[in-house]
């Protein structure tokens, strides 16, 4: 399984992207994908999952409110909509896939994908 990661770039504070993550190959079996994102000199933290068969979704208190994860079941692709976007959302964002069952959202994943920069300026 490869994971594309998509849709990062360079906005502006109070801005908005909405990011992309495709799987491919064996994608059979998906029961949770996930978000993380690392900023310079910290570690990799959780941001939002989603159970692919019923759309739970669960989130980090930090971004609640501002982060929107979805996925699109016909297209096979999860999402992520960041609205007022803050410099501290700056980090490389990461899509994760996990098979195992059950599966903890805030990790180990089985699948990670190469990661889409968001840089946020003031």
């Known amino acids: 399984v490869q994971l594309q990661a998509s849709g990062g770039g360079l906005v502006q504070a109070g801005g908005s992207l909405r990011l992309s993550c495709a799987p491919s190959?064996?994608?059979?079996?998906?029961?949770?994908m996930g978000w993380f994102r690392q900023a310079p000199g910290k570690e990799r933290e959780f941001v939002a999952a989603i159970t692919w068969s019923s759309g739970t979704t669960n989130y980090a208190d930090s971004v609640k409110g501002r982060f929107t994860i979805s996925r699109d079941n016909a297209k096979n692709t999860m999402y992520l909509q960041i609205d007022s976007l803050k410099p501290e959302d700056t980090a490389v964002y990461y899509c994760?896939?996990?098979?195992?069952?059950?599966?903890?959202?805030?990790?180990?994943?089985?699948?990670w994908g190469q990661g889409t920069l968001v840089t946020v300026s003031s």
């Open positions: 994760g896939l996990c098979r195992r069952v059950p599966c903890n959202v805030k990790g180990p994943y089985d699948y």
């Open positions: 190959g064996r994608t059979s079996s998906v029961n949770v």
